[in-house]
């Protein structure tokens, strides 16, 4: 039998609070902190990352992927359709011809290389993390980082003070409830952020219009993914994702231009 190198439980305990602390520490001034580890916040993380820019992706589930996993009513498979899916080949993702630039691919591959893709290009994922509000600044007005605190603390129900995370671009990636663009806008109404909600479903019109309208909402604000949907009140779109990839690398490219200014 092989023997396991003996490791006491101090040990664990001190390898795990070292380690993290270490990450926090540097993490605690971010360039970008994407909140959501949906497909389009994977896709931003990792060309972010690409690029030389400190990014974190937090989180709130223990697990990653967003709605990839649910596929189309839970079967697992979504649809998938050019140039978007040369993103999804490039990270190794094995896809399934239906027609001429349309595909299928399993929803358990798409989130494992999407992901793995964000690790390996440098970006951190960090689970159990709710970013519950916005840090601003004025002179001039900007949005400088986020509120996080950890899940089981909000679900508890008790009281605790949260901490905070500098970044130079803070993007909402949390999908159709837009949390982080709710809660500036409920919070400060001077940001003249006003969430309207989705449209009824139409996926040509709604990919569109959420591809076109991806990017800065304010200074220091970024949105994409089905969050944009939820600010104009464009359509929603079902188990398509080409739209969500290419938003996601819509506003990773525009970051980059802002940042690298
Ligand atoms: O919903 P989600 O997958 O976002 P997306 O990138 O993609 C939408 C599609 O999956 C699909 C669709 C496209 O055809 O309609 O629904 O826009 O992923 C959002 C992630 O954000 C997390 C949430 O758990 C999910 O994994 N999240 C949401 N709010 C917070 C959060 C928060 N306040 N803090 C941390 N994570």
């Not at 490791?7 to 070292?18: H, M």
């Not at 982080?180 to 019109?205: C, F, H, Q, W, Y």
Request: proline share 3%; hydrophobic share 45%; charged share 25%.
């Amino acid at each position: 039998m092989d023997n396991l190198k003996p490791v006491s439980e101090v040990d664990i305990t001190r390898a795990i609070i070292k380690k993290a602390t270490d990450d926090w520490l540097e993490l605690a001034e971010s360039d970008v902190i994407i909140v959501g580890a949906g497909p389009s916040g994977l896709i931003a993380a990792k060309i972010l990352a690409e690029n030389g820019l400190k990014t974190v992706i937090f989180e709130r589930r223990l697990s990653f992927g967003g709605g990839i996993g649910g596929g189309g009513m839970l079967f697992h498979k979504l649809v998938i359709q050019d140039p978007a899916s040369d993103i999804l080949k490039e990270v190794g993702c094995r896809l399934e011809k239906i027609s001429e630039g349309f595909y299928t691919t399993d929803t358990a591959e798409m989130i494992a290389k999407l992901s793995a893709s964000v690790m390996d290009a440098g970006a951190k994922m960090i689970l159990g993390i709710t970013v519950d509000d916005v840090m601003f600044d004025i002179n001039p007005l900007r949005i400088t980082g986020a509120v996080i605190q950890w899940v089981s603390v909000i679900m508890s129900g008790i009281h605790v003070d949260p901490l905070c995370v500098a970044s130079k671009a803070l993007v909402d990636a949390t999908g159709h409830d837009a949390e982080i663009l709710a809660v500036a806008s409920r919070k400060n109404p001077d940001l003249n952020l006003l969430t309207l909600g989705e449209k009824s479903m139409n996926s040509k019109i709604g990919e569109e219009l959420i591809i076109e309208k991806t990017g800065k909402v304010f200074p220091g604000l970024y949105a994409t993914g089905m969050a944009v949907g939820t600010l104009y009140n464009t359509p929603r779109m079902g188990p398509i994702f080409g739209g969500m990839l290419l938003s996601g690398k819509k506003v990773a490219e525009e970051i980059i231009k802002d940042l690298k200014r």
